[in-house]
């Protein structure tokens, strides 16, 4: 098997491993494609399609399309720019963000992303949808109105038998995250802070904190556009 494989990004040749998806050979030569029920080291989902390129002619998630030999990507073209600001008004409009009330706020991917590609006013009705906020799990609260379904949570925490914690239930424009009756309440505090911390919005909420504590304004990404630290990246070689 090769030991790399030569691909061009934005017509920069660079290096990648065998396997590795486009998101992240992207990301190790500080070429941020923006994501967001992905991340870094977890196998993914392919939910949300934001992190849509252009490999050789064809729109594809980068996310989930690995790197092969002479392959060449393009991240930044109008079309592109276009789909992924739609995916964030979409999402904005089918959901209740009440950004200025959450939590998460400054911290929050879907609003750091819809800052990045300049939503104003989404160009699309509001859906308004009536959903409920569960408080029945001791450690956690689960706003299903600010959930992007991005599967993150269900992907990503376990307990330490190996049990899911998380699924979906119901189908179609009903579908939710639910959390485990008997294996949710026997959820860990370190556990509940991970999934917390994991979603990339503010539909799952510690309870064992005080709101707020890190006021709004001084939140990651009230100091820096979202991708910035990916952008900062120098290019790593592999040797
Ligand atoms: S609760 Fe959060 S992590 Fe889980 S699917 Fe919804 S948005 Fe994603
Ligand atoms: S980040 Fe690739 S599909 Fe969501």
Redesign the pocket.
Known sequence: MKEFVTITIDDQEIKARPGEYI?DAARRNGIYIP????MSGVK????????TVNVNGRLM????TPVAEGMEIETISQEIADFRKTVVELLLIEGNHFCPSCEKSGNCELQALGYRFEVMVPRFPYQFPKRDIDASNPKLIKDHNRCVL?KRCIRTILDEEGHHIFAFRYRGHQLQITIDPEYGMNMTDELAQKAAKNCPVGALLYRGKHGFEIPIGKRKYDKEPIGSDIEKLKKVKIS
């Open positions: 998101v994501t967001l029920c992905n993914p989902a392919g939910s949300c399609r934001i992190c998630t980068s996310c989930t991005c």
